[in-house]
């Protein structure tokens, strides 16, 4: 009688556990549901934003930041686009040839004996309204200067502009730890 009682007792588990949902009961995803909410405030931007946008602009700007790390300078430039915007969280404001921001960016690594990014999280981003897209990155930053110079760390942000599939335009904000 014990055998009989645990074959129904296991046979009843398993038929009252489906847990397959069928495609007419499934929620539809809450980023295509209209925002009908009123707000404190209008953005000046934007505030028609898909999230995710396109995993492979996050894969090149990715990319972009290790070669950066690595001081692999010249191998970046396929990723911009022949002229670019750089606004840097010193107020350094940039618009040219991608040649010369590559130039900037070798001497910035040249002055270093090493640098690590550790990142925190990334997000690539859909500008609706605009019909742009964007990536995120959030990180802390390590520079070690030249010859045992003083260690230097920082929380960054970027945001980074991608035109056809090229880097357009970046800026970035930093906060000293």
Request: aromatic residues 12%; proline residues 3%.
């Amino acid at each position: 009688m014990n055998k009989i009682s645990i074959f129904l007792l296991i046979t009843f588990v398993l038929f009252s556990c489906n847990t397959a949902t069928s495609p007419d009961t499934m929620a539809a995803p809450a980023a295509s549901a209209k925002d009908t909410l009123t707000y404190a405030y209008k953005a000046t931007y934007s505030s028609d934003i898909t999230v995710p946008g396109n995993p492979l602009n996050a894969q090149k700007v990715l990319r972009v930041w290790k070669m950066f790390e690595t001081a692999n300078i010249q191998a970046m430039k396929p990723y911009f686009a022949d002229s670019v915007q750089y606004d840097d969280a010193r107020g350094m404001h940039f618009f040219g040839p991608t040649d010369k921001l590559l130039a900037y960016a070798k001497s910035d690594i040249d002055g270093l004996d090493s640098m690590r990014f550790d990142i925190v999280a990334w997000q690539s981003a859909h500008v609706n309204d605009k019909n742009e897209d964007w990536v995120n990155i959030w990180s802390k930053e390590r520079r070690y200067g030249k010859n045992g110079g003083k260690a230097d760390t920082v929380l960054m942000q970027e945001n980074w502009k991608v035109k056809d599939g090229k880097v357009i335009s970046f800026d970035q904000y930093v906060a000293k730890q």
